[in-house]
């Protein structure tokens, strides 16, 4: 438990009541329920989804709205890594000056194309299946209720891309002799790696069953599916490019997954 509140202070920007003492060690361990703090964020998204979506009728300005909100919730740490990889690997130096690289806190173009491009990608997905798609929920609520698809990958993207997370630490070596995401990566074997995908693979189907009964499961596990393909390759290509993983790349697979798991939901929809 330690653990997992640690994970959740050095993730999120939520408020914790508890001030546990810091033990990265510890933390490293927990690291298996990184989907976890998924959930949450992605029920904080969803609770503001149902809110401001009374109020803010384009849907180009809530899902705009509701990436703010997440950013908040996170810290942009992880943004922070997704444009420190991409300043990194597109230098195309040796290996260890692309760690110096990612290590400089300064932002480079490689890194603001990155950002500029995320936030279009995810505005424009997140709009488009919120435009383009309609679950009938009948009355579990009172009365008739509709919930579009922007519900649905709300709270299945955090969940998702954060195993993805897991999954690289489990998968490869870290880069450098340390670093503050080192014990992170030390401390995942391959059996976290398959408890972290099942907790988020059963949790996403659980969202499936309790509230879009109408999308079809098998396209949540081709979405897992493809996700942590993709997010191996991610891994194996970070570590042909610079000997392994950092807290900077742990970032920047975790918010590509998004826009993988957001392409995926918007494909799905289409053709459900």
């Given at each position: 438990m330690?653990?997992?509140?640690?994970?959740?202070?050095?993730?999120?920007?939520?408020?914790?009541?508890?001030?546990?003492?810091?033990?990265?060690?510890?933390?490293?361990?927990?690291?298996?329920?990184?989907?976890?703090?998924?959930?949450?964020?992605?029920?904080?998204?969803y609770l503001f989804y149902i809110l401001l979506g009374r109020f803010i009728h384009s849907p180009y300005i809530l899902a705009g709205?509701?990436?703010?909100?997440?950013?908040?919730?996170?810290?942009?740490?992880?943004?922070?890594?997704l444009s420190d990889t991409f300043d990194g690997i597109f230098s195309y130096r040796s290996k260890q000056k692309?760690?110096?690289?990612?290590?400089?806190?300064?932002?480079?173009?490689?890194?603001?194309?990155?950002?500029?491009?995320?936030?279009?990608?995810?505005?424009?997905?997140?709009?488009?299946?919120?435009?383009?798609?309609?679950?009938?929920?009948?009355?579990?609520?009172?009365?008739?209720?509709?919930m579009r698809g922007m519900g649905l990958a709300l709270l299945i993207m955090p969940v998702i891309a954060r195993a993805n997370s897991v999954l690289n630490c489990g998968l490869v070596q870290y880069a450098k002799a340390s670093g503050s995401a080192k014990d992170l990566v030390d401390q995942t074997?391959?059996?976290?790696?398959?408890?972290?995908?099942?907790?988020?693979?059963?949790?996403?189907?659980v969202v499936q069953v309790l509230l879009f009964r109408s999308y079809n499961p098998i396209y949540i596990v081709n979405i897992v599916f493809v996700t942590h393909v993709l997010g191996a390759y991610f891994a194996k290509l970070m570590e042909r490019k610079i000997g392994g993983i950092t807290g900077d790349t742990l970032g920047a697979v975790l918010e590509l997954s998004q826009i993988v798991v957001l392409f995926g939901?918007?494909?799905s929809l289409g053709v459900r």
């Open positions: 330690n653990g997992l509140v640690l994970l959740f202070k050095f993730m999120t920007r939520l408020p914790i009541p508890m001030e546990p003492k810091f033990d990265s060690e510890e933390m490293g361990k927990s690291m298996k329920f990184f989907p976890v703090i998924g959930m949450v964020i992605g029920i904080i998204l709205t509701l990436v703010l909100i997440e950013i908040a919730i996170t810290g942009a740490m992880h943004l922070d890594g692309m760690l110096e690289i990612m290590k400089d806190s300064r932002i480079g173009a490689n890194g603001a194309i990155a950002l500029i491009m995320y936030f279009i990608l995810k505005v424009l997905l997140l709009a488009g299946i919120e435009t383009e798609y309609a679950f009938d929920l009948g009355n579990i609520f009172s009365g008739n209720f509709q074997d391959r059996k976290a790696v398959t408890l972290s995908i099942f907790i988020s693979l059963i949790y996403c189907l939901v918007y494909i």
